[in-house]
């Protein structure tokens, strides 16, 4: 998928706030606010289950990976989410 075009498509989920589970988020992390090298994409089925969570690293800035963006958005919608929320700008790793 167009790195363009996933990133649009993930925007745009993440626009229409929580509408029921199953939930998707996101967080990006980075050595610096202006990198983000790690994405963890979370998962929660229902409320109150445990949430599974999967990590991707690049060496590069994650949100501008074609094939990072094309996996999430793949795995939304694998998972049927009803909700994506997403962290706004990257936390530092420490």
Same mark, same amino acid.
């Given at each position: 998928m167009n790195l363009d075009?996933? =990133? =649009?498509?993930?925007e745009k989920l993440v626009k229409k706030g929580?509408?029921?589970y199953p939930?998707?988020?996101?967080?990006?992390?980075?050595?610096? =606010?202006?990198t983000a090298t790690e994405v963890v994409v979370t998962f929660t089925l229902e409320e109150g289950a445990e949430?599974?969570?999967?990590?991707?690293?690049?060496k590069s800035d994650a949100r501008e990976d074609e094939t990072i963006q094309s996996v999430l958005v793949?795995?939304?919608?694998?998972?049927?989410?009803?909700?994506v929320a997403q962290v706004d700008?990257?936390?530092i790793i420490k």
């Open positions: 075009k996933a =990133k =649009k498509r993930i929580f509408k029921g939930l998707v988020s996101l967080a990006y992390f980075g050595e610096t =606010k202006d949430p599974q969570a999967q990590k991707f690293v690049s793949k795995t939304i919608e694998r998972t049927n989410a009803s909700s700008g990257v936390s």
